[in-house]
């Protein structure tokens, strides 16, 4: 099955290889490693195998890790990727946007359609994610998503060798 999403400006669909090396770029700066959960440095390497194992977590339903592209020219501004835990009818929304990117409005854009994607394609009761509590623009992602503060994770990540806190957001269906 071919999973294609768009909104007004985005066109939400499956890594292929040829985005290896702009995936690398983008997940590989160092700001975007500041405010994520990606490793850094981000390499060629990380890439390859991340992206090699999309087709089968699609094909399993078990994650949906969408490249995000501008409609107007095809080019690539991050990943929306949603990972499914289908005992528990939920989703967790899980995403970076390259900091060129960054303050446009793409990741919420991108954010609301896989959330509906995940409610009304899927049939999940609950999406939630994530972000580390001193990322404001995440956050306001995930409000512009519908997704509500729901308590923050005291200490919870060891990233870049201290200890963050991780505010956690949340959508029931139906809510």
């Known amino acids: 099955m071919t999973w294609l999403l768009g909104t007004e400006r985005l066109i939400l669909e499956p890594f292929t290889e040829d985005l290896i090396e702009k995936t690398a770029e983008l997940a590989g700066d160092p700001e975007v490693a ?9 390499t060629i390497e990380h890439a390859k195998e991340w992206i090699a194992s999309h087709a089968s977590w699609m094909e399993e339903k078990k994650a949906f890790p969408f490249a995000v592209k501008q409609k107007k020219d095809g080019g690539l501004l991050g990943t929306m990727t949603l990972r499914i835990d289908e ?13 060129p990117f960054w303050g446009q409005g793409y990741g919420s854009e991108a954010a609301r359609r896989v959330v509906q994607f995940g409610l009304e394609d899927i049939g999940l009761h609950r999406i939630w994610a994530a972000a580390i509590s001193d990322n404001p623009a995440s956050t306001r992602v995930m409000q512009k998503a519908g997704l509500t503060y729901e308590g923050t994770l005291k200490e919870d990540m060891l990233h870049g060798g201290e200890f963050k ?11």
């Not at 500041?34 to 981000?42: E, K, N, S, V, W």
């Not at 005992?87 to 900091?99: F, M, P, V």
């Not at 505010?167 to 139906?174: E, Q, S």
């Open 87 to 99: 005992a528990h009818q939920k989703g967790e929304l899980a995403y970076w946007i390259g900091r």
């Open 34 to 42: 500041a405010t994520t959960f990606l490793p850094h440095p981000y």
């Open 165 to 175: 806190d991780i505010d956690v957001y949340g959508l029931v269906r139906g809510s």
